[in-house]
């Protein structure tokens, strides 16, 4: 039976891709993260991630064990929280979920105002991916999420935008336009950019991996990712560019990548979203938590 720091440090890296990142997350050291993955290595008998002087990979024998652990250490960990729920008093537990960390640190006081606010009421922050996050809120998971805008779906409700930021370009620090200080829409055509796997609407990829610049110069796809720690992975190597809002610069900063403001791209804005068949009040007073919050601690970053 694994402990349960072994399966959030094996769970945490998983996503981070990262030992340094995973270490700040848990609180804990990175050779204390590094000691308990070697272990967990040596009990089942093979590596489980690819190393390299910057980052980590699953193998394929990691990929099946994250596949198979993921549901019932979710399961287990909504079970605990039920229980403390109950001890504490709180009936009925509203899941908001976001993207990127800016997002997250908002989140994360609005549910503490909300929290406040509503007794009897939790907000649970909750982490999604890009590739899934809005197929994660049809199914339920969450019943509100965090989104970059444009969002245009006709089953959901955008809320008032909460915070915007500067869009830069994410670029290998290798990469000719690396050695400048700003760039400019035309510029796509001189790079792959990377796209999101799955099926994204096309008004969203038009605006964020567009296939032409404003000129009409053709852009090149690049290889496709699935969460933000892909995406800069293969940006490090080379492989392609994505274009990001400027929190990336605060939160994810790597040695490998450069992230450059564009000179003339619109901001890219944050709003909340939810079904419109789950419009409730209390997904109304958490908005208007998260407004208060964004409003107070000025979370717009216009760089």
Not at 22 to 42: C, D, Y
Not at 153 to 161: A, F, L, N, Q, W
Request: glycine share 6%.
């Amino acid at each position: 039976m694994l402990e349960r720091l072994e399966l959030e440090a094996f769970l945490t890296l998983a996503e981070e891709l990262h030992f340094g990142r995973t270490a700040e997350r848990l609180h804990v050291t990175t050779a204390r993260i590094s000691q308990i993955i070697k272990k967990l290595e040596r009990r089942i008998g093979t590596p489980l991630f690819e190393r390299s002087s910057r980052h980590a990979g699953l193998t394929k024998a990691g990929q099946q064990l994250h596949d198979d652990l993921r549901p019932a250490y979710d399961q287990l960990e909504a079970a605990l929280e039920k229980a403390t729920n109950a001890a504490r008093g709180v009936h009925r537990v509203l899941q908001v979920g976001f993207l990127g960390a800016a997002a997250g640190q908002l989140m994360v006081q609005a549910a503490r105002l909300f929290d406040r606010r509503h007794p009897g009421w939790r907000a649970r922050p909750r982490e999604l991916q890009i590739v899934d996050g809005l197929e994660r809120l049809r199914a339920g998971d969450v019943d509100l999420l965090v989104v970059s805008l444009p969002h245009n779906e006709p089953d959901m409700v955008t809320g008032p935008v909460l915070f915007s930021e500067t869009r830069v370009l994410g670029v290998s620090s290798r990469h000719p336009l690396a050695r400048r200080d700003r760039v400019s829409l035309e510029d796509l055509a001189s790079v792959k950019m990377l796209q999101v796997a799955g099926a994204f609407p096309d008004y969203w990829r038009a605006d964020r991996t567009p296939s032409l610049t404003p000129d009409g110069r053709p852009v090149e796809p690049g290889p496709q990712f699935e969460t933000l720690q892909e995406a800069l992975a293969l940006i490090d190597a080379g492989e392609g560019a994505f274009v990001m809002g400027a929190q990336v610069s605060r939160f994810y900063a790597r040695p490998g990548v450069v992230y450059l403001p564009f000179s003339d791209a619109p901001l890219l804005e944050w709003a909340p979203t939810w079904l419109v068949t789950n419009t409730t009040p209390q997904i109304h007073a958490f908005n208007q938590a998260a407004q208060d919050v964004a409003t107070r601690v000025h979370l717009a970053m216009r760089g």
